[in-house]
């Protein structure tokens, strides 16, 4: 594992995963025999939201396997852009600093934390893809991480009352009303 907890894709070759209590324990806050009750399922019976956390799962595990920083850290932010890309004309970097701090942050002070640190991860993400240069530090990686894997693990908790993105962007938007 790296410093940050997460496995380096050279590692997982001969890596002996030992069942025990406490990493039945973490297998269960990361709500893995949630998410493979949804692999379970056919495709056909597999509905909208739970297609979306499918893909934002996946961007998040493609993410683990890049050498390059960069490919990296477009992964990680493509995983956050699957749930809060939005149709109507919010920017994107708007839409997913407050979709994350709305469901992430449980006090104001908190929210308004996140909200700017993912702004700022954000522009990181588009100065990349738009052929600029940001030098992405380790934190950056880290913090991006945690981010995507904190907003999953909540995605794959609510599976299980929302059905649709609508699902999702109403109680977003209940959210900012109340």
């Known amino acids: 594992m790296s410093s940050a907890g997460y496995f380096k894709n050279s590692q997982l070759r001969n890596f002996n995963y030992e069942i025990s209590a406490s990493n039945l324990k973490v297998l269960e806050e990361i709500r893995v025999f949630e998410l493979s009750n949804i692999l379970k399922k056919p ?86 893809s738009h052929g600029g240069h940001s030098p992405i530090l380790a934190k950056d990686i880290v913090d991006l991480k945690s981010i995507a894997m904190s907003l999953l693990v909540k995605m794959v908790e609510w599976s299980k009352d929302f059905s649709s993105r609508k699902d999702l962007v109403d109680w977003l938007e209940d959210q900012k009303l109340s």
């Not at 979709?99 to 993912?118: C, F, M, N, P, Q």
């Open 43 to 128: 495709y056909e019976q597999v509905n909208e939201f739970e297609g979306l956390l499918l893909r934002g799962i996946h961007w998040f595990a493609r993410s683990q396997t890049q050498v390059d920083v960069e490919n990296e850290f477009l992964n990680l932010t493509t995983c956050l852009e699957v749930f809060f890309t939005s149709k109507g004309g919010d920017p994107i970097s708007s839409s997913i600093a407050e979709g994350v701090a709305l469901i992430l942050g449980k006090e104001l002070t908190e929210r308004k934390r996140l909200k700017r640190r993912v702004k700022e991860l954000y522009g990181f993400r588009s100065n990349i």
